[in-house]
């Protein structure tokens, strides 16, 4: 008999009406396991206590998935997950998961269970996947089975909410890492925007992922060259990355690229924010955790 093991952090999938509007409710992903799991698959749940709405989901909560994950020895893992984080979530396990022997399958819904939606459709295609995939981090939403790495949720209301985009693989004998508190946010360079706003921020920040245009273009702005440079020389990682969806950075093609360069400002290649979101935590995580810092989820 095969085991997988689902956790349940909350979100949409398992949630009822209330008096405002949806919240969560205990049990009803468990009823629904129950209901519809094959008679040959051994279901474990760990249940989120309390559950949690996926707009607070954040390094914690990501450590507690992976310490449930990396001690179990089961078929596969199924995590039901609010959507509106999903793509942090995806990229986050991916990344620290890299190199797992086991499908890990990430699951919700747009609509909750019991309710005539898209749940019971989502949570079955997961069951199918948990013990099928192939090992890696998925989603399973609407009809498909796609990798987690690189999720874009492009629909915030629409049933077919994701698309996911092609990362760089990540290569790496297993061996689960976890994220230290850091401060780190995603910056975002629009026309106009003060340089003195970006420097503010940074100031406040351990490392940024920087979204900017096209194929890796900002404006020309010696003040905005100088807070970055400023930034990366006091030891704030900097790692940009494209508005667009695909595509990614070439730096050198566009000389309005070269203040990023010239100012530290590494290169995010194709990565979407929430990858190189990812991939900083980690990174700069690692001096934390070499020095015996135990994240406590």
């Given amino acids: 008999m095969a085991e997988i093991l689902v956790i349940h952090t909350g979100g949409t999938i398992g949630m009822v009406s209330g008096a405002e509007g949806l919240v969560p409710a205990a049990g009803v992903v468990e009823q629904a396991l129950a209901a519809m799991a094959p008679r040959d698959l051994e279901i474990t749940v760990e249940a989120f206590d309390p559950l949690v709405d996926s707009a607070e989901m954040g390094p914690a909560h990501w450590n507690r998935i992976i310490d449930l994950i990396a001690g179990f020895r089961g078929r596969g893992v199924i995590v039901t997950h609010g959507t509106d984080?999903?793509?942090?979530?995806?990229?986050?396990?991916?990344?620290?998961?890299?190199g797992i022997g086991l499908p890990v399958v990430l699951c919700g819904a747009m609509q909750p269970l019991r309710m005539g939606g898209d749940a019971e459709g989502n949570l079955?295609?997961?069951?199918?996947?948990?013990?099928?995939?192939?090992?890696?981090?998925?989603?399973a939403f609407a009809g498909r089975v796609m990798p987690a790495a690189g999720l874009v949720k492009h629909d915030s209301q629409g049933?077919?909410?994701?698309?996911?985009?092609?990362?760089?693989?990540?290569?790496?004998?297993?061996?689960?890492?976890?994220?230290?508190?850091?401060r780190l946010a995603i910056l975002t360079l629009s026309p106009g925007?003060?340089?003195?706003?970006?420097?503010?921020?940074?100031?406040?920040?351990?490392?940024?992922?920087?979204?900017?245009?096209?194929?890796?273009?900002v404006m020309t702005n010696?003040?905005?060259?100088?807070?970055?440079?400023?930034?990366v020389a006091r030891g704030c990682r900097i790692r940009a990355v494209s508005q667009c969806e695909t595509g990614g950075l070439v730096p050198g093609a566009y000389a309005a690229g070269a203040p990023l360069w010239r100012a530290g400002v590494t290169n995010g290649g194709t990565e979407t924010a929430e990858a190189a979101l990812a991939r900083l935590?980690?990174?700069?995580?690692?001096?934390?955790?070499?020095?015996?810092y135990s994240p406590q989820g």
């Fill in 281 to 292: 935590w980690l990174d700069l995580s690692e001096p934390a955790m070499a020095l015996g």
């Fill in 85 to 98: 984080t999903m793509a942090f979530t995806g990229a986050a396990l991916t990344q620290a998961l890299a």
């Fill in 222 to 231: 010696p003040a905005l060259e100088q807070v970055l440079a400023e930034a």
């Fill in 193 to 217: 925007l003060p340089a003195a706003m970006i420097g503010a921020a940074l100031a406040e920040l351990d490392g940024a992922v920087l979204r900017v245009f096209g194929a890796g273009t």
């Fill in 159 to 182: 049933d077919d909410a994701f698309r996911s985009v092609p990362q760089e693989p990540v290569t790496a004998p297993f061996g689960p890492r976890r994220f230290a508190p850091a």
């Fill in 124 to 139: 079955a295609l997961a069951l199918d996947a948990a013990t099928t995939a192939a090992a890696g981090v998925w989603l």
